[in-house]
């Protein structure tokens, strides 16, 4: 359900592999959409040696780096245009690069819908997820964008509302006819309260964005989504649920049906697949001031036993004996 946001773009960057960075990477911290006289700092997190920020391809220098993947930029006067960052090795190779434009006025509605690789199915349980954006007149989003959407759905879906917070305009949600079998479905009365938006179909948008959530009806047919805001162009979508297979009230299609496999790495290498640097010390036997019939379970790599001394501090000790001479390496 929840878009992704800048903690989910520099999480990509910094969590690229498992153990070391496999893909180089950059993102910029933010929007370039400011008021006339904006000096602010600009963050950039990458994976790279060296980070340099250009402003309609005039360079301001590299940034500052700390923490790791954090590159900060001090006292970037705004101007309109694009805002790149650029990353290079440690060879000076530029490896990655990123791009924030400013956007324009905000001019229309775009809607974008999201479902499972084998469609929505119409199994009054599955979801359809529908972005919503503010978008200049060159299909840009407008991060500053925070307008109020009204949606209308007709057809063979449910309004499960979407994301807001703040004081809600009760708006009564519409009648679906589903025209299969003489059955008629109504959805639930929203929930309105003075602090949210539970399934209120007038939702604003903050950053430019939204997402709502469509939920299949057990009849299969179109399904058509409006979206309008003052002063802006409406959008439509149109979307259709196919029949779903059941037995005995149930579906007979997993969840998982239709979902892609990811082989992008490759066979197994023939060789280790991994570097081992740490290794168990044998242990010859063990003593132990108190419970020493115990003291055993202390290393036997059982998570549901273990040791404890019986209290008194003098009895709150326990020996172990290696097999051979060892130098224990504290692990960092």
Partial sequence: MRLPKDAYFANQVMWDGWVDIERLGIHIIGHWNYGAGTVKPVYV?????????????????????????????????????????????????????????????????????????????????????????????????????????????????????????????????????????????????????????????TLPVEDGVNRVILRSLPNAGKIELHAEADGLKSADIELSSKPDEERDGLSTNMPDAGLPSNLTRGPTPSGPSFHQTRFPIAVASIAAGSNAANAGLSQDDDDYTSWASDGPLEDAWIEYVFAKPETPVRST
């Avoid at 780096?65 to 290079?88: H, R, W």
């Avoid at 440690?90 to 324009?104: D, E, F, I, N, W």
């Avoid at 119409?122 to 007149?137: C, F, P, S």
């Avoid at 989003?141 to 209308?152: G, M, N, Y």
């Fill in 45 to 201: 997190v990458s994976s790279e040696s060296r980070v340099e920020l250009k402003l309609n391809g005039k360079s301001l220098g590299d940034g500052v780096q700390s923490t790791g993947f954090l590159f900060t930029f001090d006292k970037v006067a705004f101007e309109p245009g694009t805002l790149e960052a650029i990353g290079y090795d440690a060879k000076g190779k530029q490896v990655a690069s990123a791009k924030l434009r400013t956007a324009g006025p905000a001019a229309a509605l775009r809607l974008t819908p999201h479902m499972g690789p084998g469609g929505l199915r119409a199994d009054g349980a599955d979801m359809a997820l529908v972005d919503v954006e503010v978008v200049d007149a060159a299909g840009n989003r407008c991060p500053t964008a925070l307008s109020k959407v009204h949606f209308t759905l007709t057809g063979a879906a449910e309004w499960r509302g979407g994301i807001a917070q703040g004081s809600a305009v009760p708006v009564p949600i519409n009648t679906v006819a589903v025209e299969n079998k003489g059955m008629s479905a109504t959805p639930p009365t929203p929930l309105l309260h003075e602090d949210n938006y539970i399934l209120s179909q």
